[in-house]
Every structure is written in structure tokens, then in C-alpha cells.
């Protein structure tokens, strides 16, 4: 097998939160954390679905404190660390200080893909604090690669030690992957990412052109646990990538274990491509949309895809939660006038 030149980090307890409706437990957070540790993964994140301070009524509110939950996951770590999503105008400065006080050992601060420049004091703090720091470019979609090079070198200015490409709507194709990683590689000093999410059912293959074009991080979720129709599916990466030749450095058998015998337990339902999931990641729309987007369809009795679609011209982003809810009620007036 080749050597690993990549780090596999799993995103269960936080992008998982938007399909849990944030409402892990500290039992759930233990045994996941667990399984991840003796599964070999170095780095797994836990935090709110929208990152450190996302509990509210915008985003939803957890059922347990977030810190709580990086506390009870980083008691259960012998060797893996434990990651924090900060999302600049949602979390603040006291959050990613109180994490690391809870046990946090990485923070990857994510913003819009054009938002860059938001995020150069909290980039600072993360490695003031002595932090491994990541920046996260979410919906990589929606611009040029120029652009995106433009803001990753911001990025890397301010002292990411990594910089991501990420698909937060699932929309990419593995060609537009590894353009988008490349230009990063030959632009970049630092390492570069990737972060997927299934809703054309593409994750595993933009992973791995990920991976072949220079990905050195690259995200996962146990049982494709996550927004929208979750993420890229961590085991089944394991295991593909092995069968490419990688060397993983998570053992198949364990990942396996924690993905069937304790994520699927507690999911509260199925991660599959569905009609709306699918039409999310074809319109490019922000995959933590889809919850609330079904939540305002059924509210005001409207065809949730109709919304979706709507979202997508508007080029709404995450943050715009409230949009949901306005193009829902737009579309219930007019079916009234139709009447």
C-alpha cells in the first residue's frame, strides 16, 4: 500500500447535528468518540451543526451544551483530537476559548466562499491559543477558481495551517473537485482540504479525486451523517481508499463497528438521496437547508423542491435561514391566487 499523505477527519458529532436536530446526548458523543479513537482517526470534530455558539432559535437549539459535548468526547480520545467549527458572526471569541478548555485541539473557521477577510482575528486567535487551525471555504460552487485561490491565500495570510475547498450544497462533480483542489496545491504553501456532501451521491468520487489531485485533509461522517443527504461516507471511504492502495491508518473492521453499531442506532432516520436532497445539491443550495426548508413546506403547504429551487436562484447562503421561511409563504399566496 502507498503511504498515507492525507489525514482523515470525521465530522459525525457535528455535521451529523443537523440530521440529529442537535440533540445528541452525552452517551451518544461518548460512544462515537469512543469508537473513533480505537478506530485509528487522528481528528474528529464535535460541535453544533453551525459551529461553536449555533445553538439559538435560528439554528436550532441543542439538547445538551456544546461544551459539554467536547468535554465528554475528549475524556474518551487516548490519540485522536478533538475539532471545532467556528463560524465568524455565530460563534465568538469566549467560545473557542471555552472549547479548548473543554479539550478542543483544532478549530476550523469557515465562511462564506467571497467572506474571507472576516475571519483573520479568529484564524489569529486559533493559533494563539496554540490550536491546529483550519480555514473552510463553504460553498465552493458558487465562484471561479481564481476566486477561490484569492481567498484561500487570505486565508493563509492570517495563519490557516489548511485551507479548504468545501461543497457545502453536494453539488460539485469530481472534475470541478480536482480543478479547484490543484489550483489551491500549486497556489498555496499550506495544506489543502476537502469537505463533501452526498446530494447528487457523488461525495465518494469528488473525495477521491480529492485525494488524487493533493488533498491532504479530507472529511467524513460515520454512516454519511449530516446535512442534507450527509456527507462522504467515512467507512466506505476507509475502504475504497484502501482498495485503492492508500494506507488509511483507521482500521476497517473498528470503523466499521462504531458506524453499525452505534451511529446507526441512534440516527433518526435514514441518510439517503431523496427527492429534495437531490434537487439541493442540482440547484446549489446550502445542505443544512433542508430540514428547515420541510419544516416551512409543511407549514405553509407548498412542494418543499419549489422552495429549494427558489433558494438556488437566489444564491442563498448559510445564515439565511430566514429566506426559508419567506419564499415558503411567497409560494403559499400565489397557490392561493390560483385557486
Given amino acids: 500500500m502507498a503511504k498515507r499523505s492525507f489525514e482523515l477527519l470525521d465530522v459525525t458529532l457535528r455535521d451529523g447535528s443537523h440530521a440529529m436536530k442537535h440533540s445528541f446526548s452525552i452517551e451518544q458523543v461518548q460512544k462515537t468518540a469512543r469508537g473513533l479513537d480505537e478506530a485509528g482517526v487522528n481528528f474528529f470534530e464535535v460541535s453544533h451543526g453551525d459551529g461553536l455558539g449555533g445553538s439559538s432559535l435560528q439554528y436550532g437549539f441543542s439538547a445538551v451544551d456544546e461544551l459539554k459535548l467536547i468535554e465528554a468526547a475528549a475524556d474518551e480520545c487516548k490519540s485522536a483530537k478533538v475539532s471545532v467549527l467556528l463560524i465568524p458572526g455565530i460563534g465568538i471569541k469566549e467560545d473557542l476559548q471555552n472549547a479548548v478548555k473543554a479539550g478542543a485541539k483544532m478549530v476550523r473557521v469557515a465562511t462564506h466562499v467571497t467572506e474571507a477577510d472576516i475571519a483573520a482575528q479568529h484564524i489569529a486567535l486559533g493559533r494563539e491559543l496554540g490550536l491546529k487551525t483550519v480555514g473552510f471555504l463553504m460553498m465552493a460552487h458558487m465562484v471561479s477558481v481564481e476566486k477561490i485561490v484569492e481567498q484561500a491565500k487570505l486565508f493563509e495570510s492570517y495563519g490557516a495551517e489548511v485551507v479548504y475547498v468545501t461543497d457545502s450544497a453536494g453539488y460539485l462533480l469530481p472534475h470541478e473537485v480536482k480543478e479547484r483542489i490543484s489550483a489551491l496545491k500549486n497556489e498555496l504553501s499550506c495544506e489543502v482540504g476537502f469537505h463533501g456532501h452526498n446530494n447528487l451521491s457523488m461525495a465518494v468520487a469528488n473525495t477521491v479525486a480529492a485525494v488524487e489531485a493533493g488533498a491532504t485533509y479530507i ?115 400565489k397557490n392561493k391566487t390560483l385557486v
Fill in 219 to 333: 472529511d467524513g461522517s460515520l454512516r454519511c451523517l449530516g446535512a442534507g443527504s450527509g456527507n462522504t461516507q467515512t467507512e466506505v471511504m476507509v475502504a475504497v481508499l484502501e482498495r485503492m492502495g492508500y494506507e488509511t491508518g483507521v482500521n476497517l473492521y473498528r470503523i466499521l463497528d462504531v458506524a453499525n453499531d452505534v451511529v446507526a442506532k441512534y440516527m433518526q432516520r435514514p441518510q439517503e438521496v431523496t427527492g429534495s436532497s437531490l434537487i439541493m445539491g442540482y440547484s446549489g443550495v446550502y445542505s443544512s437547508f433542508l430540514l428547515h426548508t420541510q419544516t416551512a413546506a409543511q407549514k405553509f403547504g407548498v412542494d418543499e423542491r419549489d422552495i429549494l429551487v427558489e433558494l438556488g436562484k437566489m444564491k442563498a447562503v448559510g445564515g439565511q435561514e430566514d429566506l426559508i421561511y419567506d419564499v415558503a409563504q411567497r409560494f403559499a399566496e
